[in-house]
């Protein structure tokens, strides 16, 4: 089975670019999410998605961060104009349906290195 | 608000030795716990999980953790290291729903030959 997919791998530009970033989820995973990691840093949440909707943005910096996730499965995350402190890691992460009690093993991709000059 | 204290980010061992990573967390519900490891240019993978039920829980590759809630705690162990076993280290923590998972900053481990 498929893992989690990401692209590109690794991304150089310079502030003030666009620059986006595509996942593709595992087959039958409904919930989505888009984490960052700084360097030495664990990764933050910037968006869950429960299929189309998403649920949780509350940390995404939405002035130049935005996502969408139609049709419920592959997903772009962009970010418009670029910025010095963007350099990150981002990371794309699916699970299953969440139910209480069974839950809780995210599954992630291998990541997006963006580096902003 | 959830939130997770990973105590050193560089571990060094020596191949053979125990391993012990440490995790303290913070929350103000019933937590679910985890551990997932990264190894380089590699996403995260899950390595344990705790979910209230047994206190002490078994992962992949050897590993396993504690349970703690009198020391909220959930301690990151290994009898003998195996040269493999180098990688970043995350504890997490989220609610019962795992609706929002909090990531510790992460501990190298270092195992020398």
């Known amino acids: 089975e498929a893992g989690v997919v990401q692209s590109p791998r690794y991304k150089i530009i310079e502030k003030k670019q666009p620059v986006a970033f595509w996942c593709n989820p595992i087959?039958?995973?409904?919930?989505l999410y888009w984490y960052r990691q700084n360097l030495g840093q664990g990764p933050e949440l910037l968006i869950r998605y429960e299929n189309e909707e998403a649920v949780d943005d509350s940390q995404l910096p939405k002035d130049r961060f935005s996502a969408e996730r139609l049709k419920g499965v592959d997903s772009t995350l962009k970010i418009q104009p670029a910025e010095l402190g963007d350099s990150a890691v981002y990371l794309c992460?699916?699970?299953?349906?969440?139910?209480?009690?069974?839950?809780?093993?995210?599954?992630f991709g291998e990541g997006s290195r963006l580096t902003v000059l | 608000a959830q939130s997770v204290t990973q105590l050193g980010s560089h571990v060094s061992v020596s191949e053979g030795a125990l391993v012990l990573l440490r995790c303290n967390y913070s929350s103000s519900v019933p937590p679910y716990l985890f551990w997932y490891v990264q190894y380089p240019n590699q996403g995260l993978q899950l390595l344990l999980k705790y979910t209230s039920a047994a206190t002490l829980v078994k992962g992949i590759n050897g590993f396993e953790a504690e349970f703690k809630k009198s020391e909220t705690s959930f301690h990151l162990t290994k009898p003998s290291a195996h040269m493999s076993d180098a990688a970043e280290y995350f504890c997490a923590v989220s609610d019962k729903y795992g609706n929002k998972l909090v990531f510790g900053a992460g501990t190298i481990l270092r195992v020398k030959s």
């Open positions: 992460a699916s699970s299953p349906p969440l139910v209480e009690g069974a839950n809780g093993e995210l599954f």
């Open positions: 087959s039958g995973h409904n919930t």
